[in-house]
């Protein structure tokens, strides 16, 4: 059984926008830090953002002021906003641990014109 299942990834011109949809559970957003990632072809999988229990929010330098990450119940979402060819990847949603073992299939965001 699947904990995070990803949604919402599309084709996107540059400039556009997407809201991504992480479906959990309340249990883990309460307990755990939680983050998007992403993984382009041949680079190595970086977390985008990340948002803790209390509401803390980080964001990796390249989406800040364009990203925004937010919960509400079994929901994390992330607000995609002025996409970048540079944003293209398959993101994930996961728990923000050392040595994660279980990805889901992620969903993919492709920006171009």
């Known amino acids: 059984q699947a904990q995070f299942v990803e949604s919402g990834g599309g084709l996107v011109q540059p400039g556009g926008s997407l809201r991504l949809s992480c479906a959990a559970s309340v249990m883990i957003f309460a307990r755990y830090t939680v983050a998007w990632f992403r993984q382009a072809p041949g680079k190595q999988r970086e977390l985008v953002a990340r948002?803790?229990?209390?509401?803390i929010r980080h964001y990796v330098e390249s989406v800040k002021g364009r990203f925004t990450i937010s919960i509400f119940k079994s929901t994390m979402y992330l607000q995609m906003n002025d996409l970048k060819p540079d944003d293209t990847a398959v993101y994930y949603c996961?728990?923000?641990?050392?040595?994660?073992?279980?990805w889901g299939q992620g969903t993919q965001v492709t920006v171009s014109s």
């Open positions: 948002i803790t229990p209390g509401g």
């Open positions: 996961n728990a923000d641990l050392p040595n994660i073992q279980n």
